[in-house]
């Protein structure tokens, strides 16, 4: 079914901060225009998730980055994931992570097309729940340890300059002072102990503007990725980092760990392991990973695989 034959109401979220001004409210207007189109600019932290929060049937098209993305999807995760809601994206970030998994082209010609075509799938989503922030959802990717370290430090500046190496820049200028914590981990209620340069939990593959952070990862399997890189020596770890970077698959190298579940929990020092969630900070308190299998309507791109 085309989304002219849906016939559906339409909420445009856009935050023009992250790159989404790039895209004209009236041009999209006009490619929906068998639609009730309705635009919302954001302008502070926390409106694209109240947007998304009261919009519980149609599509909801989101032009900006992971960070607007995460938003909305922790809204729709407030609502208890409409069922009559579909997502789409217009990728407008520095990053665009989700978009790469999900085959969206960066184009807005080409993405605004993908949307025309309608091609939805019932993805997962995933909870963590952590005693600072509470619960939030994702439907991308977490990272702790290095990582989350990383993430922060490869701002939009860094990015632009450099594109996937920033990620590889902010791996040396971070790793040099760097001591792994310990962590517990528990899949499924197994636990494993591990010393970790990084931890990713995925359900989506790409975070950091480009770095494959769970390869393997399949949104709609009903399970979450675990990667590990452990505590194999500062050289080894950051060799790991241009195979990521080189969208190669690198699970079966010496020194990381792989594994998938429907809940993972992660539980350190105090103060060891920080996290982030699609980008964001949610804090360095133990954090608690669960899937929410089929939660929500995504709009894929054509070339788009649930299996990588």
Known sequence: MTIEEAKLKARVICNPASGGGGYDPEEIRAELEDFEVEWIETEDSGDASEAAKEWTDGLLIVAGGDGTINEVINGLGQAGFPENVTLGLLPAGTGNDLAATLAIPEDPDEAE?????????????AR????????????NVATGDLGAEISESANP??????????????????????EPPEAHLFLDGEEKVVRAFNLAVGNCRYAGGGWLASPRANPEDGLLDLVVIEDVGLVDALGIAPTALGDSDYLDKEGVFFARAKEIRVVSEPG?????????????EPAEFTVLPRAIKVIVGPDYTPEP
């Open 128 to 139: 963590v729940v952590s005693t600072g922030v509470g619960e939030r959802f994702f439907i």
């Open 272 to 284: 060891t392991i920080e996290f982030t969630v699609d980008g964001e900070v949610i804090g360095d």
């Open 113 to 125: 097309k993908v949307l025309r075509e309608n091609r939805v799938r019932h993805l997962d989503a």
């Open 157 to 178: 500046e860094t990015k632009k300059k450099w594109g996937k190496l920033a990620y590889l820049i902010s791996s040396l200028e971070a790793a040099r002072d760097y």
